[in-house]
């Protein structure tokens, strides 16, 4: 498969002016993106809906992203040969099928249709959460890891700002003592990109373990995330079965405590719920249920 970008796009979307798609005086539902006449950036289109069933909304956007209205000023970020071939929608969400031509997109196209289909279909109130699927399979980015399920706020909406950019932040992690015996804490300088969130570099950093001597990653290995989201000051953390295997040192109440504890004090909730491919009704090794929200737990940290 064709490598893609490994997190997302930062993208420039058009200023709302004669320039743009849209007119300032229209008015609808929603705002559907397209690329702009020089293909480099986002614009919008106002539309209202005709139906108000789910399914069938999905299929009016689906339509209108093929085809604005002033296609004059405004392109489709979808190319002609790159089909939806099928989707799913489950609960809040979506999963979109694409045929194999989707392969051949460069990255900069690749990403902004992306950031438009995802922009334009999570404005259906039913619709949380995406993940794009090619030949059958979940979109990977360029390390081959699954992109996952995308959100409209994983597209950074910010007029004018360099592409690629990146923040640091002094974040603390837990990680486990060398005998994986209770957590330690670890002041680490996170840089990640502007258009990820910080829950996700905190995840993400976990699952890739300590840069510190003295420290043991207490998440196995195999772990991929496919979703991070804040509801309610709730974190919602949907892990891949390889948060199921056994870590050879380290308790599965380190490996949860280490995602909970790192949350909780680097990012903005005050409890985390930890699922697995979206089923929070699972037990580690048998015994140690994620059926609920976890609080901060200092018990069992070091110190």
């Not at 509801?231 to 919602?236: A, H, L, N, P």
């Given at each position: 498969m064709k490598a893609y970008v490994s997190i997302f796009f930062l993208f420039v979307i058009c200023c709302f002016s004669a320039a743009g798609c849209m007119q300032k005086e229209e008015t609808g539902d929603i705002q559907v993106y397209y690329l702009n006449t020089e293909g480099t950036a986002l614009a919008t289109e106002s539309y209202s809906w005709k139906s108000d069933q789910i399914s069938e909304r999905i299929e009016e956007v689906l339509k209108r992203l093929r085809k604005p209205k002033d296609t004059v000023k405004c392109t489709s970020a979808i190319p002609a040969d790159v089909l939806v071939t099928d989707y799913q929608?489950?609960?809040n969400r979506l999963d979109l099928y694409f045929s194999q031509e989707y392969e051949l997109l460069n990255k900069s196209e690749e990403v902004l249709l992306r950031a438009a289909v995802v922009e334009s279909m999570t404005q259906i109130d039913e619709v949380y959460l995406i993940q794009f699927y090619v030949k059958g399979k979940p979109l990977e980015n360029n390390h081959g890891e699954a992109v996952g399920y995308m959100r409209k706020?994983?597209?950074?909406?910010?007029?004018g700002t360099a592409l690629n950019s990146y923040q640091q932040e002094n974040v603390t992690l837990y990680f486990a003592d060398s005998s994986g015996s209770g957590l330690v804490k670890t002041e680490v300088a996170l840089r990640y990109?502007?258009?990820?969130?910080?829950?996700?570099?905190i995840v993400e950093q976990l699952i890739k373990g300590p840069e510190t001597e003295g420290r043991l990653a207490v998440i196995p290995a195999?772990?991929?995330l496919l979703s991070v989201l804040i509801?309610?000051?709730?974190?919602?953390v949907n892990l891949n079965e390889g948060f199921l295997a056994k870590t050879p040192l380290a308790s599965p109440e380190l490996a949860v405590y280490s995602l909970v504890n790192s949350l909780i004090e680097g990012g903005n909730c005050s409890q985390v719920q930890i699922s697995i491919n979206g089923d929070p009704d699972v037990k580690l090794e048998g015994e140690f249920a994620l059926d609920k929200p976890f609080e901060?737990?200092?018990?069992?940290?070091?110190?």
């Open positions: 929608i489950e609960g706020d994983d597209f950074v909406q910010n007029t990109n502007s258009y990820m969130t910080l829950e996700k570099a195999e772990t991929k509801k309610d000051d709730i974190c919602y901060k737990n200092m018990k069992i940290v070091e110190g």
